[in-house]
C-alpha cells in the first residue's frame, strides 16, 4: 500500500470515530498529490464527500458529491460513477432533496452491476430511507434487503444496513402502537431485530452508529409500553450519539419526556418536553416526521400534566399529523413514478 493510500485508509478510520480534525489533517495536501492518478483522485473526492457528510455539512458534502461524479464520468469507469452516484443519493436524502436522492440511487443502481455490492447498497438504503419517510413500509424492507444481500462482502457496510433494517422495524411498529393498531407479536420482532443491529454494530460500527441503534431500540421497547426501559435505554443511546444537534436528538428527548410521564414523574417530563420542543424548532422544521414525533410526545405530557395549555398542544400535535400526511403523500407520488412499489409488506 502506497503512502497515499495508507493516509486515505487512516483518514476514513478517523472519519468512522469522529475525529474530524484528525481526518483533515490526513486529507490535506492529496487532492494535489494524487491529481495524475485518477483513482485515487477519486477516492479523496469521496472521502471528502464522507467528512462533510458525516458532520453533517450537506451542502459541502453535495458539492464533493457531484465533483465525484463528474470525475469518475471523465475518467474513470461507470462503476465509479455509480458509487459516487450512490454516496450523493445518501448525502441528497440528508439534505432533504427527495427528488435528487432518489434520481441519483435510481443511475447508481442501474449502473452498478451484479458484481458492485458496495454502490447497490449504497442506493438501496438512500432508497429505503425516502420509502421510510413516505410510509411505505413494503418497498422500505424490500430495498433494505437487496442492500443488505449486495453488502454480504462489506460487512460494515452490511451491519449498518441490518442497523436500518431494525430501526426501521422500530418506528413503524411505534407509529402502530400510537394508533393502538400494533400486534404484540410484531413489536416484540421489531426489538430482536434492533437489538441484532445494535450489537453487530457494536462490534463494527461507530459511537454515533450504536448510539442510534440504541435510541431505536428504545423505540421498540416503548411499542411494547415497557416505559421504564425504554427511558434508559434512550438515555444511553442520546449519550452515545456524539451529534447534539442530530435530528433524531429532539426526537428521541420527546419519547423520554413521554415515558417519564407514563412513570409518573411529570414534573419532569412537563420540563423536558419544553425543552424538546424548543429545540425541535430548529433542528426538525424541516423533517414533518420527527416534527410529529416531538408535538405529539409534548402534547401527550401536557395532556397527562393537566398543563393548561394541553388543548392547544393538541392541536399543534394534529396539524403535524396533517403535513406529515400530505408530505407522504407527495413522496409516495414520486416513489410511484420511478420504482415499483411491493403490494404488501413481508
Known amino acids: 500500500m502506497s ?4 493516509r486515505l485508509s487512516a483518514a476514513r478510520e478517523a472519519i468512522a470515530a469522529v475525529r474530524f480534525a484528525d481526518a483533515m489533517q490526513l486529507l490535506r495536501g492529496l487532492l494535489v498529490d494524487t491529481a495524475h492518478i485518477p483513482e485515487l483522485h477519486f477516492e479523496v473526492l469521496m472521502t471528502r464527500c464522507l467528512w462533510h457528510y458525516y458532520q453533517p455539512e450537506t451542502a459541502a458534502a453535495i458539492e464533493w458529491g457531484q465533483r465525484a461524479v463528474e470525475h469518475a464520468r471523465a475518467m474513470l469507469t461507470p462503476a465509479h460513477e455509480a458509487h459516487a452516484r450512490a454516496l450523493l ?5 440528508l439534505a432533504g432533496d427527495i ?44 430495498m433494505l ?6 453488502a454480504a462482502k ?6 449498518s444496513l441490518l442497523l436500518v433494517a431494525g430501526a426501521a422495524q422500530a418506528r ?12 404484540a407479536d410484531a413489536a416484540t420482532h421489531a426489538r430482536v431485530s434492533v437489538v441484532s443491529g445494535t450489537q453487530l454494530n457494536a462490534v463494527l460500527g461507530t459511537g454515533t452508529n450504536h448510539g442510534r441503534g440504541l435510541i431505536a431500540e428504545g423505540e421498540a421497547l416503548l411499542a411494547q409500553s415497557r416505559f421504564a426501559e425504554a427511558l434508559e435505554c ?26 417519564l410521564a407514563r412513570c409518573g414523574r411529570v414534573a419532569e417530563a412537563l420540563a423536558l418536553a419544553q425543552q424538546a420542543r424548543a429545540s425541535s424548532m430548529q433542528s426538525v422544521s424541516h423533517d414533518p416526521e420527527m416534527r410529529l414525533n416531538v408535538l405529539r410526545c409534548v402534547a401527550e405530557v401536557m395532556r397527562l400534566a393537566a398543563h393548561p395549555q394541553a388543548e392547544l398542544a393538541r392541536i399543534e ?14 413522496i409516495s407520488a414520486r416513489l410511484r413514478a420511478q420504482i415499483p412499489i411491493p403490494a404488501q409488506a413481508v
Open 145 to 150: 434487503r437487496q442492500g443488505i444481500e449486495a
Open 99 to 142: 427528488d435528487g436522492a432518489l434520481a441519483d440511487a435510481t443511475l447508481a443502481l442501474a449502473t452498478a452491476g451484479p458484481g458492485d455490492g458496495l454502490a447497490q447498497a449504497r442506493a438501496c438504503a438512500a432508497i429505503a430511507h425516502v420509502a421510510q419517510r413516505a410510509g411505505e413500509e413494503a418497498l422500505c424492507f424490500a
Open 3 to 6: 503512502s497515499i493510500e495508507q
Open 317 to 330: 400535535w394534529f396539524d403535524a399529523q396533517a403535513a406529515l400526511d400530505a408530505f407522504r403523500d407527495s
Open 234 to 259: 434512550l438515555g444511553r443511546g442520546i449519550a452515545q450519539v456524539q451529534d447534539p444537534a442530530a435530528p433524531e436528538i429532539a426526537g428521541a428527548v420527546s419519547l423520554q419526556a413521554y415515558c
Open 89 to 93: 443519493a445518501n448525502v441528497r436524502d
Open 172 to 183: 413503524f411498529a411505534l407509529e402502530r402502537w400510537w394508533a393502538q393498531t400494533l400486534d
Open 154 to 159: 462489506h460487512d460494515a457496510v452490511r451491519s
